[in-house]
Protein backbone atom coordinates (compact mmCIF):
# COMPACT_ATOMS: atom_id res chain seq x y z
CA UNK A 1 0.00 0.00 0.00
CA UNK A 2 1.34 3.40 -0.96
CA UNK A 3 1.93 5.63 2.45
CA UNK A 4 1.09 9.24 2.44
CA UNK A 5 2.91 10.72 5.30
CA UNK A 6 1.22 14.27 6.06
CA UNK A 7 2.90 17.31 8.05
CA UNK A 8 2.06 18.86 10.22
CA UNK A 9 -0.22 17.32 12.69
CA UNK A 10 -2.19 20.64 13.55
CA UNK A 11 -0.99 24.27 13.03
CA UNK A 12 -1.66 27.60 14.55
CA UNK A 13 -1.90 30.78 12.17
CA UNK A 14 -2.87 34.45 12.12
CA UNK A 15 -4.86 35.43 9.62
CA UNK A 16 -3.45 36.76 6.36
CA UNK A 17 -0.82 34.63 7.24
CA UNK A 18 0.77 32.39 4.70
CA UNK A 19 0.37 28.00 5.14
CA UNK A 20 2.00 25.61 3.88
CA UNK A 21 0.80 21.58 4.72
CA UNK A 22 2.89 18.58 3.07
CA UNK A 23 2.31 15.01 2.23
CA UNK A 24 5.17 12.52 1.82
CA UNK A 25 4.50 9.65 -0.56
CA UNK A 26 5.97 6.64 0.12
CA UNK A 27 6.37 5.82 -3.57
CA UNK A 28 6.07 8.05 -6.88
CA UNK A 29 2.06 8.86 -7.18
CA UNK A 30 2.51 10.81 -10.38
CA UNK A 31 0.48 13.59 -9.96
CA UNK A 32 -2.60 11.25 -8.50
CA UNK A 33 -3.32 13.47 -5.41
CA UNK A 34 -6.05 15.92 -4.33
CA UNK A 35 -6.57 17.50 -1.16
CA UNK A 36 -9.81 18.46 0.95
CA UNK A 37 -10.68 20.80 3.76
CA UNK A 38 -13.29 19.51 6.13
CA UNK A 39 -14.59 21.67 8.47
CA UNK A 40 -16.26 20.70 11.74
CA UNK A 41 -19.55 18.51 11.49
CA UNK A 42 -19.10 18.65 7.69
CA UNK A 43 -18.09 16.21 4.95
CA UNK A 44 -14.86 16.75 3.01
CA UNK A 45 -14.73 18.82 0.14
CA UNK A 46 -12.57 19.28 -2.71
CA UNK A 47 -10.19 21.76 -3.06
CA UNK A 48 -6.98 20.53 -5.34
CA UNK A 49 -6.82 17.52 -8.04
CA UNK A 50 -4.10 16.52 -10.09
CA UNK A 51 -1.61 18.18 -7.52
CA UNK A 52 -1.70 21.29 -8.70
CA UNK A 53 -5.01 22.17 -10.62
CA UNK A 54 -8.54 24.17 -8.21
CA UNK A 55 -11.58 23.14 -8.02
CA UNK A 56 -14.70 24.87 -9.10
CA UNK A 57 -15.42 27.29 -6.63
CA UNK A 58 -12.62 27.44 -4.60
CA UNK A 59 -10.51 30.35 -3.36
CA UNK A 60 -7.09 31.18 -5.43
CA UNK A 61 -5.33 31.77 -2.47
CA UNK A 62 -5.32 27.88 -2.34
CA UNK A 63 -2.53 26.02 -4.98
CA UNK A 64 -0.76 22.66 -4.54
CA UNK A 65 2.30 21.90 -5.45
CA UNK A 66 4.41 19.03 -6.57
CA UNK A 67 8.37 18.24 -5.97
CA UNK A 68 8.94 14.45 -6.79
CA UNK A 69 7.00 12.82 -4.05
CA UNK A 70 6.52 15.78 -2.19
CA UNK A 71 3.20 17.69 -2.58
CA UNK A 72 2.09 20.76 -0.82
CA UNK A 73 -0.97 22.72 0.22
CA UNK A 74 -0.20 26.19 0.34
CA UNK A 75 -2.82 28.75 1.46
CA UNK A 76 -1.58 32.26 0.79
CA UNK A 77 -3.40 34.49 3.06
CA UNK A 78 -4.73 32.57 5.75
CA UNK A 79 -8.45 33.79 6.42
CA UNK A 80 -11.26 32.43 9.41
CA UNK A 81 -13.02 30.54 6.85
CA UNK A 82 -10.31 28.39 6.41
CA UNK A 83 -10.00 26.64 9.77
CA UNK A 84 -10.77 22.94 9.48
CA UNK A 85 -8.92 19.58 8.98
CA UNK A 86 -6.84 19.07 5.36
CA UNK A 87 -6.37 15.87 4.09
CA UNK A 88 -4.71 14.69 1.14
CA UNK A 89 -5.51 11.63 -0.85
CA UNK A 90 -3.63 9.61 -3.43
CA UNK A 91 -5.20 7.69 -6.51
CA UNK A 92 -2.60 6.72 -8.08
CA UNK A 93 -3.29 2.82 -7.39
CA UNK A 94 -5.38 0.88 -4.88
CA UNK A 95 -5.74 1.23 -1.77
CA UNK A 96 -6.91 4.90 -2.21
CA UNK A 97 -4.73 6.32 0.91
CA UNK A 98 -5.52 8.94 2.94
CA UNK A 99 -3.19 11.29 4.40
CA UNK A 100 -3.50 11.47 8.71
CA UNK A 101 -5.18 15.20 8.30
CA UNK A 102 -3.76 18.67 9.51
CA UNK A 103 -5.91 20.71 11.98
CA UNK A 104 -5.75 23.98 11.08
CA UNK A 105 -6.19 27.01 13.65
CA UNK A 106 -6.44 30.59 14.12
CA UNK A 107 -3.93 31.94 15.94
CA UNK B 1 -27.55 20.96 -8.49
CA UNK B 2 -25.34 17.62 -7.77
CA UNK B 3 -26.82 15.84 -4.38
CA UNK B 4 -26.03 12.89 -2.78
CA UNK B 5 -28.14 11.46 0.51
CA UNK B 6 -27.08 8.48 2.61
CA UNK B 7 -29.34 6.55 4.47
CA UNK B 8 -29.91 3.19 6.44
CA UNK B 9 -27.46 3.97 9.59
CA UNK B 10 -27.96 3.52 13.15
CA UNK B 11 -26.96 0.83 15.53
CA UNK B 12 -26.04 -3.27 15.11
CA UNK B 13 -25.16 -5.77 16.62
CA UNK B 14 -21.46 -7.08 16.10
CA UNK B 15 -21.88 -9.59 13.54
CA UNK B 16 -25.06 -8.22 12.19
CA UNK B 17 -25.48 -6.65 8.78
CA UNK B 18 -26.45 -3.51 7.15
CA UNK B 19 -26.98 -1.80 3.61
CA UNK B 20 -26.24 1.98 3.27
CA UNK B 21 -28.20 3.78 0.73
CA UNK B 22 -26.86 6.86 -1.76
CA UNK B 23 -29.82 8.56 -3.54
CA UNK B 24 -28.20 10.45 -6.21
CA UNK B 25 -29.74 13.22 -8.32
CA UNK B 26 -28.03 16.69 -10.52
CA UNK B 27 -26.17 14.63 -12.96
CA UNK B 28 -25.62 11.46 -15.51
CA UNK B 29 -25.35 8.87 -13.60
CA UNK B 30 -24.47 5.90 -15.31
CA UNK B 31 -21.40 8.22 -16.34
CA UNK B 32 -20.00 8.36 -12.90
CA UNK B 33 -17.78 6.58 -10.85
CA UNK B 34 -18.96 6.43 -7.14
CA UNK B 35 -17.38 5.51 -3.91
CA UNK B 36 -17.91 4.73 -0.41
CA UNK B 37 -15.50 6.27 2.14
CA UNK B 38 -15.95 6.05 6.42
CA UNK B 39 -14.51 7.65 8.64
CA UNK B 40 -14.40 6.76 12.06
CA UNK B 41 -14.64 10.05 14.37
CA UNK B 42 -11.79 11.76 14.74
CA UNK B 43 -9.56 10.28 12.86
CA UNK B 44 -8.87 10.17 9.05
CA UNK B 45 -10.96 9.36 6.03
CA UNK B 46 -10.42 5.46 4.71
CA UNK B 47 -11.19 4.30 1.54
CA UNK B 48 -13.61 1.15 1.11
CA UNK B 49 -14.17 0.62 -2.44
CA UNK B 50 -15.82 2.41 -5.50
CA UNK B 51 -17.85 1.19 -8.85
CA UNK B 52 -17.31 2.46 -12.02
CA UNK B 53 -19.20 3.64 -14.33
CA UNK B 54 -21.35 2.29 -17.47
CA UNK B 55 -18.23 3.15 -20.14
CA UNK B 56 -15.80 0.73 -17.43
CA UNK B 57 -18.30 -1.83 -17.07
CA UNK B 58 -19.30 -1.25 -13.18
CA UNK B 59 -16.94 -3.12 -12.77
CA UNK B 60 -15.64 -2.67 -8.53
CA UNK B 61 -12.45 -2.08 -6.32
CA UNK B 62 -12.19 -2.47 -2.71
CA UNK B 63 -9.70 -1.82 -0.10
CA UNK B 64 -8.61 -5.16 1.20
CA UNK B 65 -9.40 -4.20 4.80
CA UNK B 66 -13.20 -4.74 3.38
CA UNK B 67 -12.99 -6.97 0.72
CA UNK B 68 -15.40 -10.24 1.18
CA UNK B 69 -17.43 -8.32 3.90
CA UNK B 70 -18.43 -5.20 2.01
CA UNK B 71 -19.94 -5.46 -1.57
CA UNK B 72 -20.82 -1.90 -3.58
CA UNK B 73 -23.32 -1.93 -6.16
CA UNK B 74 -25.21 0.79 -7.79
CA UNK B 75 -28.81 1.13 -9.83
CA UNK B 76 -28.65 3.45 -12.37
CA UNK B 77 -31.86 2.76 -13.01
CA UNK B 78 -33.31 4.64 -9.48
CA UNK B 79 -29.83 6.67 -9.44
CA UNK B 80 -28.78 4.54 -6.05
CA UNK B 81 -25.45 3.28 -4.80
CA UNK B 82 -25.67 0.31 -2.32
CA UNK B 83 -23.04 -0.54 0.85
CA UNK B 84 -23.66 -4.19 1.83
CA UNK B 85 -22.15 -4.43 4.59
CA UNK B 86 -21.82 -8.06 6.50
CA UNK B 87 -20.01 -9.76 9.80
CA UNK B 88 -19.95 -6.10 11.25
CA UNK B 89 -17.29 -5.21 14.04
CA UNK B 90 -16.86 -2.98 16.26
CA UNK B 91 -14.22 -1.39 14.38
CA UNK B 92 -16.90 -0.60 11.03
CA UNK B 93 -18.42 1.78 13.59
CA UNK B 94 -17.66 5.36 11.79
CA UNK B 95 -19.52 7.76 9.29
CA UNK B 96 -19.80 6.67 6.27
CA UNK B 97 -20.13 9.07 3.00
CA UNK B 98 -20.64 8.12 -0.66
CA UNK B 99 -18.53 10.40 -2.89
CA UNK B 100 -18.47 11.32 -6.69
CA UNK B 101 -15.63 10.41 -8.73
CA UNK B 102 -14.76 11.34 -12.48
CA UNK B 103 -14.80 9.00 -15.91
CA UNK B 104 -11.68 7.03 -15.40
CA UNK B 105 -9.66 5.27 -12.18
CA UNK B 106 -7.91 8.08 -10.59
CA UNK B 107 -10.48 10.80 -10.71
CA UNK B 108 -10.79 13.00 -7.49
CA UNK B 109 -14.10 12.53 -5.34
CA UNK B 110 -15.76 15.97 -6.33
CA UNK B 111 -18.73 15.69 -4.47
CA UNK B 112 -19.69 14.10 -1.19
CA UNK B 113 -22.89 12.95 0.69
CA UNK B 114 -23.28 14.52 3.95
CA UNK B 115 -22.58 11.43 6.12
CA UNK B 116 -24.33 8.17 7.81
CA UNK B 117 -23.45 6.78 11.21
CA UNK B 118 -22.72 2.93 11.61
CA UNK B 119 -22.61 2.37 15.39
CA UNK B 120 -21.39 -1.45 15.87
CA UNK B 121 -22.12 -1.97 19.49
CA UNK B 122 -23.96 -4.73 21.70
Known amino acids: DIQMTQSPASLSASLEEIVTITCQASQDIGNWLSWYQQKPGKSPQLLIY???SLADGVPSRFSGSRSGTQYSLKISRLQVEDIGIYYC?????????FGSGTKLEIK | EVKLLESGGGLVQPGGSMRLSCAASGFTFTDFYMYWIRQPAGKAPEWLGF??????????EYNPSVKGRFTISRDNTQNMLYLQMNTLRAEDTATYYCARSGYYDGYPLDYWGQGVMVTVSS
Open chain 2, 51 to 60: IRNKANGYTT
Open chain 1, 50 to 52: GAT
Open chain 1, 89 to 97: LQAYSAPLT
